[in-house]
């Protein structure tokens, strides 16, 4: 017990020394000597294991407290009277306070753990969301890098409906993904960014394919979407558009993305998203093409044509049931009109509740509500959501007014200068990131390939396009006709 105590406690805590070769070198060997001998004490480790998590702290002896956990999750029969409660505490305890730097050198290990947390039911979904999460952010801060728990995390929240722990995680950005080279020289240094050590190679993540890419950002819009975040969920589903894929051909997950993408467009703001600029013109049509229905939708939306539109959701409604979507195009039908009378603000300053009724209609039943109390009752319900900029006003003759609020706010110069800093803030992580893509893309073959394709490929559409404007200055000097600007 005493030898097993003694390479347990051993773990390197020299602050100073942080990031140095020697530091390195001391936790790779702390962490061959301690997996080593908790393999070679298992016996004793089964049988007095709450005395030895008893004896160490997560945030001091964060690799020791692996080793002992590995073996204590990977034993086919606990010890008779072992308190299981006060043993998932102690995980709980662990992967809570874990040191995010020594761990770099247990990867794998943590890495079977963490996934063995998601796969078995030892807490509440709540928790164990929340455990991921955390294991995702103290793993790296800036939540930039893509890996395997991302994914893991996302579908049991949406499976569970633990949505809320997982928000801090997929409100991050995205902008890398793991390597598949060698480990970095050296991990112990605190301001590495987090493709140096999040690797397949340190086990801290497993392989992302390119369908994990779009999977995960699906699983994002869907998230979002439950939590009536359409822009955000918009975006998500934008993101899957404009992944690379061979060809600029189209897949069934863009296909759907697209889909998505309109009616979240709809919800919003009030009309189709404008697309990427990115899109070849082939992979535009082709998804156009595939989406007849929701584009027929959304070009009604913003008409008034009521009639109209209550009859395209009618007729469509086999392809919504076929696509699932019909949740949102019921909330869809839903925001027809409260977007009639948001786009009124840009008419009015200030509009009764009557005109109101006269100037917009019901998606769901092509027609004017009824009286002045159901449009006050949709206004206020708008203004509830922060979906409209405005309040509701009696005027002196008995009739109620709908004020609209300017779309800005005036704020103070302390105000102004805390979001000036904010954004030279960001700006400044932004050009970090923009340093690290380049490195990584330009020692990437593939990249650098299609690179070369793409400048050809440039080029020689650059030549046709003067052969052509040559051939056409020509033949209006022969004929004497007139182009046009």
């Not at 807490?123 to 930039?144: H, K, M, Q, W, Y």
Request: proline share 3%; glycine share 6%.
């Amino acid at each position: 017990m005493q030898q097993i105590l003694a390479v347990l406690h051993s773990s390197p805590q020299n602050a100073s020394s942080a990031g140095s070769r020697q530091y390195d070198t001391a936790l790779k060997e702390h962490a061959a000597k301690a997996f080593k001998v908790a393999d070679a004490r298992r016996s004793t480790i089964v049988a007095q294991p709450m005395a030895l998590l008893e004896s160490l702290q997560p945030g001091l002896h964060t690799i020791g407290y692996l080793a002992v956990l590995d073996v204590l999750f990977h034993e086919t029969e606990m010890p008779a009277g072992l308190d299981r409660a006060a043993l998932l505490n102690k995980l709980l305890e662990f992967l809570m306070y874990f040191d995010a730097v020594h761990i770099r050198y247990a990867g794998r290990k943590f890495q079977v753990l963490v996934e063995l947390i998601a796969a078995r039911n030892f807490f509440d979904p709540l928790i164990t969301v929340e455990l991921l999460a955390n294991v995702i952010l103290r793993l790296d801060p800036s939540g930039s890098l893509l890996t395997s728990t991302h994914l893991t995390m996302l579908s049991l929240a949406l499976e569970t409906q633990a949505i809320e722990p997982a928000l801090k995680v997929v409100e991050k950005d995205i902008c890398y993904f793991p390597k598949q080279g060698a480990l970095a020289d050296q991990l112990s240094s605190e301001s590495s960014d987090p493709t140096s050590y999040i690797t397949i190679s340190s086990g801290l993540t497993g392989p992302i394919k390119p369908l994990s890419v779009l999977d995960y950002n699906i699983l994002c819009g869907q998230l979002f979407m439950r939590r009536r975040d359409w822009a955000r969920a918009r975006d998500a589903f934008g993101r899957v558009l404009t992944h690379p894929v061979k060809d600029k051909g189209i897949n069934n997950h863009m296909v759907d993305s697209y889909r998505h993408w309109i009616l979240l467009g709809l919800l919003s703001l009030g009309r189709t998203p404008d697309i990427s600029v990115h899109l070849s013109h082939g992979t535009k049509t082709s998804l156009a093409t595939s989406s007849g229905p929701y584009i027929n939708v959304a070009a009604l939306f913003t008409t008034n044509n009521a009639t109209g539109f209550k009859g395209e959701i009618e007729a469509q409604v086999n392809v919504w049931q076929t696509d699932g979507t019909v949740a949102l195009i019921q909330e869809v039908v839903a925001a027809y009109q409260k977007w009639q009378i948001i786009r009124l603000h840009q008419i009015y300053t200030q509009v009764s509740l009557s005109e109101v009724r006269n100037m917009t209609l019901s998606g769901m039943t092509g027609e004017g509500l009824r009286d002045n109390n159901e449009v006050r009752t949709l206004v206020e319900e708008m203004i509830a959501q922060k979906m409209l900029k405005g309040e509701l006003q009696d005027g002196e003759d008995g009739e109620s007014y709908l004020t609209f609020h300017d779309d800005y706010e005036l704020i103070s110069e302390t105000e102004f200068a805390r979001k000036i800093a904010e954004k030279r803030h960001v700006i400044e992580e932004l050009g970090k990131k923009h340093l690290v893509t380049d490195e990584m893309l330009s020692s990437n073959k593939e990249y650098v390939r299609f690179v070369a394709r793409e400048n050809r490929r440039a080029e020689k559409e650059a030549g046709e396009a003067l052969d052509f404007d040559a051939q056409v200055e020509d033949e209006d000097l022969m004929t004497g006709l007139i182009s046009n600007p």
